[in-house]
């Protein structure tokens, strides 16, 4: 940010190509450059990012670079989520519309201990509260052949591509992600690390529920539980919480100018989208 007596006048630019450096100078700067989950240096959380590459904070550390300090983020605000793939320490890749369609016909959750914890419909929030209270703070969806292909079939909505999960399949949980399969119930929870008998008395169980069109131990609402899961193959799908944005930035007023470290409005400074707090 190019800035004089505490007033933002331009921007200095480099393109990152050819390393040319172009200084603009404007009546007015609009910061637009998302949010800042992407960013582990200005987050302080256990949880994985599921969102955008671009969210790297930038509008933080330009204003900070500038002089212009702003304080601490609130780094309590964020948007969770439930059910994500995990990649690495820190990444994950949400999946929420595919598991959404898997609910609508025959998924199930599973814990470590392969047994049911929640409805499954329940919402989001109650959902996130069940996974993070079991004891490794993830869940496994369990699905047959149709349901599988029906929650592959909205992957292109995270950006999975095919070769990336058949990657993932192609270990078949010998290392993360789990995404796990087998002819049997058994075979697909042994690939996943689950114990197969708690399983099989998981899903027979619940496959009575379907049945009588009542469930029992979450009460899951019966048009939610259209399918029972009985012909293989089966896939086993290691879930982990995330965050997808960050919900706190930079403060700003009701006309979007960006406020200083004692809420005044820095002239010429602007910033909207999700990099506004």
């Known amino acids: 940010l190019i800035h004089d007596g505490g007033a933002v006048t331009g921007v200095i630019a480099k393109d990152t190509d050819s390393g040319k450096v172009y200084m603009i100078h404007a009546d007015a700067v609009l910061l637009a450059t ?3 989950g992407n960013n582990q240096n200005l987050l302080q959380t256990s949880y994985l990012y599921a969102g ?21 983020l609130d ?15 820190t990444k994950a ?25 929640v409805n499954e419909t329940a919402g989001d929030s109650t959902v996130l509260s069940a996974v993070e209270a079991t004891e490794n703070k993830d869940a496994y969806l369990l699905m047959d052949k149709e349901t599988f ?11 999975v591509a095919y070769s990336q999960l058949s990657k993932w399949m192609d270990a078949n949980g010998s290392s993360e992600p789990i995404l796990a399969h087998g002819d049997t119930l058994s075979d697909a929870a042994s690939a996943a ?27 899951r609402a019966r048009e939610d539980m259209t399918q029972t899961l009985e012909d293989g193959p089966f896939y086993i799908i290691q879930l982990k919480p995330c965050f997808t944005m960050t919900l706190s930035g ?20 602007y910033a909207a989208g999700e990099v506004a707090g």
Not at 52 to 63: E, F, K, N, P
Not at 103 to 115: D, P, R, V, Y
Not at 149 to 159: F, H, I, Q, Y
Not at 205 to 215: E, L
Request: proline share 2%; net charge negative; glycine share 10%.
């Open 93 to 117: 890749v949400s999946v929420r519309e595919a598991n959404q369609a898997a609910f609508t016909m025959g998924a199930i959750l599973l814990n470590s201990a392969g047994k049911r914890f």
């Open 250 to 269: 930079v403060s700003v007023n009701t006309s979007l100018q960006v406020l200083d470290a004692s809420s005044s409005p820095i002239s010429g400074l």
């Open 193 to 219: 690390g689950l114990d197969p008998a708690a399983v099989e008395a998981t899903v027979s169980y619940y496959n009575k529920s379907v049945t009588m069109g009542f469930d029992s131990d979450y009460v």
């Open 149 to 159: 292909n029906r929650w592959k079939s909205k992957l292109d909505v995270a950006g």
């Open 34 to 36: 998302g949010g800042y």
């Open 52 to 72: 955008s590459d671009a969210s790297t904070g930038d509008a933080q550390v330009l204003i900070k670079d500038a002089g212009l300090t702003q304080g601490t």
């Open 75 to 89: 780094t309590s605000k964020l948007e969770y989520y439930w059910g994500a793939i995990p990649v690495d320490d």
